[in-house]
């Protein structure tokens, strides 16, 4: 009898273990289940919220259906679509899902995870000709400007929204949640990339006319502001140079009325009229016994020869 006792709680244990695990299930994170009764659908649990240890019927009379569902990675293949304006690309498509609903999802799939894959393909290749089809193709193959962020960039990621948008619908009656669509990859026909590079030289040749344009205005108002404070700086200093040259002036009369010497007064006066009549580019035809032009015969070296001539000053 002692030697058969632990036969027995082994053997006891076994088979409680076997029971447990018949009519118990463990619920991961990242996981959603789907329990069959006799072949109808009883219960739909889902992670994180029904994680953990749950109870059911033994097999035959309930099958439990598990399913992951967590985010994943369709990538289609490439397939040649055509542009509102009639442009030929070959676009590849990649698209981010989920399981939304195990139960949709296995009335799908039946339990086949990989059937999953056929129904996204099919539903992407009719969305993106959908979407490309109302769109133009300068919208995928535009530069983008730098200081706004729009352009290509900013176009192809509505489109990939709007393909996004056009999958939820007919996937989500399959339980597939489609979370994000992108371009993995977009191949352009060589003569409308030929196109659509003359387009972009076209561009860039416009924005450099455009800052050759603005920059020629800006350098044309420097100039024009330059030239303004060079005339009012001239004005200001010859306005300057006359009032000290008459205050000169005045001062040099003041202090020569104080001199009693009739010559040298004189002497002034034809040195003046000699500078008023040199101020400027002259050619005078003059005769050295004129005042106040004798003064330079005064002035001249003495057995400098002449009583009259012609000189040209400048």
Not at 14 to 24: E, F, G, L, N
Not at 155 to 161: F, G, H, N, Q, V
């Amino acid at each position: 009898m002692k030697t058969r006792l632990p036969r027995i709680l082994g053997a006891s244990a076994v088979v409680a273990a076997a029971a447990i695990y018949a009519v118990t299930f463990v619920l991961h994170e990242g996981e959603g289940a789907l329990s069959v009764r006799f072949g109808s659908p009883v219960r739909v649990l889902a992670a994180p919220r029904d994680a953990g240890v749950h109870l059911t019927w033994p097999w035959p009379i309930e099958k439990v259906y598990r399913y992951d569902m967590r985010e994943r990675i369709f990538e289609g293949g490439l397939e040649e679509a055509s542009t509102a304006d009639g442009q030929l690309v070959v676009a590849g498509v990649f698209v981010l899902w989920r399981v939304g609903d195990p139960r949709a999802f296995h009335e799908a799939v039946m339990g086949r995870e990989a059937a999953a894959e056929p129904l996204i393909g099919g539903a992407l290749r009719s969305g993106v000709n959908d979407v490309l089809a109302r769109h133009r193709y300068a919208a995928l193959t535009q530069a983008p400007p730098a200081q706004s962020g729009g352009g290509a960039a900013g176009e192809l990621e509505k489109i990939e929204t709007e393909i996004a948008r056009l999958l939820r619908e007919p996937l989500g009656a399959y339980g597939i949640e489609i979370v994000a669509a992108g371009f993995h990859q977009l191949v352009l026909p060589e003569k409308a990339a030929e196109g659509v590079f003359a387009q972009m030289r076209q561009a860039k040749e416009r924005d450099a006319a455009r800052i050759q344009s603005e920059g020629d205005a800006q350098a044309r108002k420097i100039k024009a502001e330059a030239q303004r404070d060079y005339e009012r700086s001239l004005a200001e200093a010859r306005t300057r140079a006359g009032e000290i040259a008459a205050k000169a002036k005045a001062e040099a009369a003041g202090v020569l009325a104080a001199v009693d010497n009739k010559d040298l007064l004189a002497f002034l006066d034809r040195l003046t009229a000699l500078e008023e009549v040199f101020a400027g580019p002259t050619t005078i035809v003059w005769d050295l016994n004129t005042p106040p032009l004798d003064l330079l015969k005064e002035l001249a070296p003495a057995g400098a020869g002449g009583a009259a001539g012609t000189e040209e000053r400048r």
